[in-house]
């Protein structure tokens, strides 16, 4: 090399040098770094024939590789490497700007010069030099090359179209990686790329989109911070905004934050989005669990305001009429931008020119004010009522005309618009004048008459009749007057039609009062109102059933406002004849479910109602008895089981029981409860049982243990995980059932074990669905009943023995006889999850180690880790209560005379004679080694077949010593050192020994066991 060249590539060394330890020299030195490049790039040889040899920038390009390569094993993290990466892209940027400048003036000149240029070669050598290590084994390498590929993207610039396609497939193959950080940076990379393609059609049809690419790693890559680099540099588009969306439900929440503080705050405007999605935004946004998600959620719709004209245009984007969040929408930007709150007022001109939006915006500003206590505001807000009353009254003689002037037989999609709109500034409006102050009279009785006679309307909405109950129950001076005025009205409403006058003109209707009503419409016996129905022409029986739906509505709304019991006011008498009978026996799903509805609510406010329609409801809970689901009948289940759990709310067990003694009503409410879950595809009635079984056992209404049991089946059963509610209801149940009690987690507690061993059978029938582990299964359990977590109740004492408890439970289902070492594993597993306090029963501790000992003389454990997990919990055991042990000792003779421990040597002894016949004799090395690791002063003597008495002594009070058998070769061979032989009971010197002995035994143990896991 000459010397000159040779001086030039010396230079390179020195500015990586300088580089790596700040980024202040980094634009000096890729000047520096351009110079040397172009001053390398000018030294050439002739080769003839063939042309000429870059012997500059071949090497010029050697030494800058090699100052590249020294960066490839440096692990993520470390400052130095990455500033060096840094440096890299500036030169080429630098270089490639510099570049593409030269050739735009010499095209300005005339010149067209080949585009091979010093700049695009060292870009394609550099290039091919990096993708060679995407294939690397290590980690360190891939993740770097990758790390520097995707510093370049966007100073690459125009490249050979067989370079590019081969950069593609490579970052393709790499975003694939089993390493997190790799895939982040060829996400990172391919998300440049994808800006590069976007709008063009060079890629293949048999390629893969790179959008599509990133919309799968944004939803399904199991690592947040690589979906957190595919959702920043995402282009959102029509095509990517339904995966951007869907992150609103990201399980992590600083992803959750980005989607509104960094993407969908980019947007242009929010007009760019659909309506849905913009409800989309405002319902997981404001109603995220994180407060900092929330508030980026808010400022977002914020901002919307101003980019639509202001807070009407605001409410147009989200379509009021029918938007669900509006509401929610409107409160939280009347909460991020309290300056819009001085802007708003309501002059006359304003409710003159009624539009949904500005009586949704009236009405909302009026709740808002009342929440946050604005008086002030409020005052100037709220108009008179008088004025108000005459407002209602024009937009309902408007609704009245559109009504009168609709046909039938034609749809007219405007006509059903303005209709639809007319109804709910109507509705807005009545929601206003309940937060009026009525001290006016006048006003008071122009409201109050406007109102009933809307509600005695034929022709009323269906959808303004409860906004006009809440109305007349604010006017109203009591519940009775409420009674007697919907009395009134019902009265009404049927005299409008008449069935069967000769046949029915003389009766007396129950409903009201007899002596002022006199119905006189229908026979007191349901199945005659059928029959009567079906004699009359078709238009006058659809008019009757119109009406009488209508006054089902009205009772149904009445009772839902009122508090008071069905006995004190007559008045209701005859509603069960008139109107619950016929509604239940009519064939239509929609009257049987009013019906129900209806019946449900007298219950509510009558306990006798309630004992004598128990049966009914029980009834209409249990799923079909036909093959085929009758029309409606879902809806009808779903109504009658929430009408049961609302009883005994209510009532407790006593709204259900009659005749059946003090335990019928819990036995009803069980039937109904397992019935509503007969039926699989009834989603909707499996997650109302499980709520109002949860709100039962929550409030200490329901006890019973096999209840508890069945709802953490339902809760882990794979089958129920396509039903969202029930699950999210019952994950907020266990928390917070387990922990509001010591009681509660005392009987999760006793189910603890029946449940783990019903779902690991379910886990090893359904091996090829999607279901918890029986180890994860475990811990959930062992969480919820963890005594530290219990919250202090007044009047109840701390239990914090409830893992003791747990780790008894455990160690006696280890005795069960053909259990498969991976249940065994993972119940021994679970010992070390347990919270044991520093303070236990002696009887307790007593009974923990007589069942480890016993365990490993009677049923020894197989698995390696298990092993080790026992004999750490009881090591654990030892150092904690070494006191207590000492002290109460655990001698086998002497504690079989305590009358406390009899069951426990009772289950003992049962297992010893049932497992002689199934230990072999290849296991008694083992046992033999077991048994000499144990705690001092245990009795190891084997016993005689079915004798319960301890093993014999010699004169001198130490117990014979059994034969020591031959230890396996393995054993030999890993250097373990037999255990001692066993000292005289009493010595504590030799107890001490013994005990220093067999810690180092177990030391070996474990590293025996670590080198076999090894090999295995």
Known sequence: MEPRLEALTEAIAPIFMQCQHSLAPHKKNVIQLAKIHMSCADVWEEVPPRGIRLTGEKAFNDR????????????????????????????????AQKATKEKEQQKQDGNEDDEDTPTSRLVAALLKHLIKGFQAKDKIVRFRVVQIVAELIFSLGEMDEDLYMTLRASLLERVRDKETPVRLQAVIALARLQRGEEGSDDSGEDQENLTDVLIDVLQYDPVAEVRRAALINIIPSPPTMLAILSRTRDEDNTMRKIVYHHVLASLPSPLVLTIAQREEICQNGLGDREPSVRSAAGNLIGGWVESVGGLEGFLRMLDVTTSKVAEDALFSVFVTRPDLLDIVVFPETYWSELTPERAFLARVFVDYCISVKEESRLETALPVVTALAFRIQHEYNALLALIEVEDPDEVDEDAEMEKGDKEFIIAELLKLAVNLDYADETGRRKMFALVRDMASAESLPEILVTRCLDVLRILSSSERELFMLIVEIVHELRDMVRLGDEAAGDEDSQFGDGDTSRIGRLPMDPRGTIKLMESVDPETRARWEDVNLRCLMLCIGMLERVNGTLEDNSVLDGLLSDFVLPAIHQKE?????????????????????????????????????????????????????????????????????????????EAKILAAFEGALQDESALQVHAAACEGMAKLMLSGIVTDERVLARLVGLFIDPGTAANQPLRQCLSYFFPVYCYSSPLNQRRMQRIFIKSMQTLADLYTELDDEEMVTPAQVGIMLVDWTDPTKAVKVEGQRPDQEVHVDVAIEILRILFEKGMDKERKKTYVQLLAKLHIPEHIDNDKLRTLMLFIKNLRRRRPLQDTAAR???????????KKFATQLENSGIDESELRKLEQLKDLFDFLDEITSASEEEIDVDNTATIFKMETREAPGHKRGARAKGSSKPPEQSEDGKHEKSNEEEEPAHRKRSGRRKAPPKAAQGSDDDDETTNKVEEKAVEGDLLEDEVEDEND
């Open 868 to 878: 080790n997990a026992l004999t750490r919990f009881e090591a654990s055991l030892g």
């Open 64 to 95: 800058f590789f090699d100052m590249v390569n020294r960066v490839f094993p440096i692990k993520k993290g470390v400052s130095n490497a990455d500033r060096i990466i840094k440096f890299v892209g500036a030169f080429i940027m630098h270089i």
């Open 589 to 665: 799903p929609v009257w049987r479910e009013r019906g129900m509805t209806l019946l449900g609510l007298m219950c509510l406010i009558s306990k006798n109602m309630a004992k004598k329609s128990a049966q009914l409801f029980v009834g209409q809970a249990q799923p079909p008895t036909t093959k085929h689901m009758p029309r409606g009948y879902a809806e009808i289940q779903l109504r009658a089981l929430q009408m049961l759990f609302d009883i005994v709310m209510v009532f407790h067990f006593d709204g259900l029981e009659r005749d059946g003694g003090p335990r019928d009503g």
